[in-house]
């Protein structure tokens, strides 16, 4: 039997036991039904699936529907464009093997142009590099097949908790939403970066966090150990170097890297964002 063949039949007995526990507790648990419903118009959280193989669709699709969810399928590029044109989703899960199609650059275009949280999924535990490179591209959490639907709903659920909550930062302190330094403007509630001439720059999920752990000390020398909590986005990822991201985001942020402005070495301790922050 093949791995596809494989992981689609532990998928199904996935499934089929789900459906029996199910079954003996029809009841949700207290306090799961609400993370199912949009928070800013409580209706069904809108879940886009991007899937090539049609029976892994129509199962997840079926099961999310089951949980109070509204599932909108997508078997490429094409179909999750014309979706996106009609409206945006709550969150997207997106298989990253999708036959003729890349995965990672659907990826990286969803994220160009949306902040919308985005679910990975992988072809096997193995294939570690798809996953590290999906989550530096903006990933929020991953899956790895074969997987149970429990899990697949454990992580939407968290995905959208984090989401809410960080709406919900935003509107009591709508200070923290906007900051100016150097020239350059973040918008902490779009995750938009405009550089001083007002062009838009991209950040990976990872340049992102460490951009926000500066913002929060601007001009206090921080640890590498204390950035590398700050940007941590997975355990798998946990102990990369944090140098690496201080280079990739300096060179988005520096006129000249090898003569740093904005983020500075601090010999001994770490790196300091030596310019002033402001917030608008």
Known sequence: MGRESASRCQLKEAIALHH???????????GQSDLNINAADNRPARIFIVEDDPVMLRMVGDYLEQQNMRPVSASGRQEMVHHFAATEPDLVVLDLRLGQEDGLD????????????????????????????????GADDYVTKPFSLRELLARIRAVLRRRDAGRAVSRLDPERGRWKFGGWQLD???????????????LTKGEYALLIAFLDSPQRPLSREHLLQ??????????????V?????????ETDVTTPRIIRTERGIGYVFAVPVQPL
Do not use: C, M, Y
Not at 118 to 134: K, S
Not at 189 to 202: A, C, I, K, W
Not at 245 to 251: D, Y
């Open 106 to 137: 659907l990826l990286r275009e969803i994220r160009s142009r949306s902040d919308v949280p985005i679910i990975i999924i992988t072809g096997d535990r193995r294939d570690e590099i798809d996953r590290v490179v999906g989550l530096e591209l």
């Open 230 to 243: 700050a940007t941590r986005v997975h355990e798998d990822i946990f102990d990369r170097s944090i140098d």
């Open 245 to 253: 991201q201080i280079l990739r985001l300096r060179r988005k942020l």
């Open 20 to 30: 029996d526990s199910g079954s003996r507790n029809a009841t949700p648990p207290f």
């Open 188 to 202: 902490r509630r779009t995750r938009r970066l405009t550089d001083p001439n007002g062009g838009e720059v991209v």
